[in-house]
């Protein structure tokens, strides 16, 4: 299993960036995946994930209304657009494959395998 990351970089507060991160070595299509960020600092914050299909997402109410999750199954890629950025924002960007179903049971939010993450800095 490979996650990688890109997109991340500096911006100004107000702006926006895309991250991407490329999965391969698994049936990328078949999981759940999420982002999940860590500031300086600070712990493993949680930001969004998005169910296999792509029809289900959710958010941190921190980036809600602001970041949009996707995912291209087709290309094996998963996506964060992040607009509205704040300072608070800047961080360590990872992805992050769940661990799939099991028993009828999905454990969408357990993770089992990280990409190396991506640096966004957001200037004020």
């Known amino acids: 299993v490979q996650l990688v990351e890109s997109g991340g970089g500096l911006v100004q507060a107000g702006g926006s960036l895309s991250l991407s991160c490329a999965a391969s070595?698994?049936?990328?299509?078949?999981?759940?995946m999420s982002w999940v960020r860590q500031a300086p600092g600070k712990g493993l914050e949680w930001v969004s994930t998005?169910?296999?299909?792509?029809?289900?997402?959710t958010y941190a109410d921190s980036v809600k209304g602001r970041f949009t999750i996707s995912r291209d199954n087709a290309k094996n890629t998963l996506y964060l657009q992040m607009n509205s950025l704040k300072p608070e924002d800047a961080a360590v960007y990872y992805c992050?494959?769940?661990?799939?179903?099991?028993?009828?049971?999905?454990?969408?939010?357990?993770?089992?395998?990280w990409g190396q993450g991506t640096q966004v800095t957001v200037s004020s």
């Open positions: 992050a494959k769940g661990l799939g179903c099991s028993n009828y049971v999905c454990y969408d939010m357990a993770y089992d395998y």
């Open positions: 070595g698994f049936s990328f299509s078949s999981y759940a």
């Open positions: 998005i169910r296999s299909g792509g029809g289900s997402t």
